[in-house]
């Protein structure tokens, strides 16, 4: 055991050789390869210190680089203005379903519904005070993104969740609000660019665009915190990691390195621009297929396709098919990840950052196999 490094060597070999799926998982879901291997390095030996990152102390030198470099290079690559905090917190994007209202919700909020996740943070919301539903796709099983509505501006603030990771829908641009403006960014998070200064509060679990599960991402701006007459419990009070600095408590430290890791990816390929062209022909790449092939229709609006995850089912002429057959073929050509969501059924194939492209053409060339086998 006195050579990390040859053990190290071999462990990343034999893990090349083995990871050779192509993984369209809604989340937890595919990172950059350089970014597990980074993060399989340092749990063997953390920068050549002779310690694992799950063995150090969160207060270490070692960690805190890490800590700030993640803060630092979400602040470049989203263009964070001045007067925001980026927080790494726990209990996941369904934790921050409780703390927005908690922290914001004085009289009334408004949300858009337009999914299960967005339905989730509507019905925590009802706990803190009243709650008006903006806007709705609701009547035609959440397929489209829904526009043209009225924002009240008697309104503590406007919750928006900007991808629907179920349905497959997402907003194209930044919404323009009077109100504070509050967003799930869980799942394109990173994926195009975000004006920040029209949002009061952007979250997010990390599984889906950013990294483990285990982290949630917060990006508040500071001057909305404190508004609100009621008591906050201490750990749910944004203010108190704002000046904690996310160290109020022990924070996700082996989530947040390979955030830190999977971060730095994303700079060195060209940070948000670069990204948000090879997802628009990633995404472009496979719903052009899904309208070619005979075999497939896709179940959200045009205008609203995701990006990042791509619903279909079978053509009416084909609707009799166990959604098995594809599946099954799929698996066989080491797909892996493609089955839709109950609510929607079918077949979805998430096309997050770190998706390469090779792998969404092998799902292509897959769906065209498969059609050969029908006409
Ligand atoms: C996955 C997801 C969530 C739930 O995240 P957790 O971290 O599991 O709580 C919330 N919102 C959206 C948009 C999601 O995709």
Known sequence: MNNISDIWFSFSHIYRIIMKKHNFSAGPSILPRVAVENAAQAVLDLNGIGLSILEISHRTKDFEEVLDEAVALFRELLHIPEGYSVLFLGGGASMQFCMVPFNLLERKAGYINTGVWARKALKEAKLFGEVETVASSEDRNFSYIPKGFAIPADLDYLHITTNNTIFG??????????VTLVADMSSDILSRPVDVS??????????????????????????????????????????????GGSMFNTPPVFP??????????????????????????????LYDEIDRNSMFTG?????????????????????DLEPTAFLDFAKERGMVGVKGHRLVGGFRASLYNAMPKESVQALVDCMQEFEKLYI
């Open 169 to 178: 829908t997402e907003y194209k641009t930044d919404l323009d609000s009077p």
């Open 299 to 319: 179940t959200a609006a045009r205008e609203d396709r995701s990006l990042m995850n791509v619903c279909f089912v079978y053509s009416d002429a084909h609707k």
């Open 256 to 285: 947040i390195y390979v955030v830190r890791e999977t971060l730095r990816w994303l700079k060195s390929i060209g940070g948000v621009p670069a990204i948000q062209k090879l997802n628009e022909e990633k995404a472009a790449l």
């Open 198 to 243: 029209k949002y009061g509060l952007i979250y997010g679990g990390a599984q889906k665009n950013l990294g483990p599960a285990g982290v949630t991402f917060v990006i508040v701006r500071n001057d909305i915190l404190g508004k609100v007459s009621r008591a906050i419990p201490t750990m749910l009070d944004y203010r108190t990691h704002v000046e």
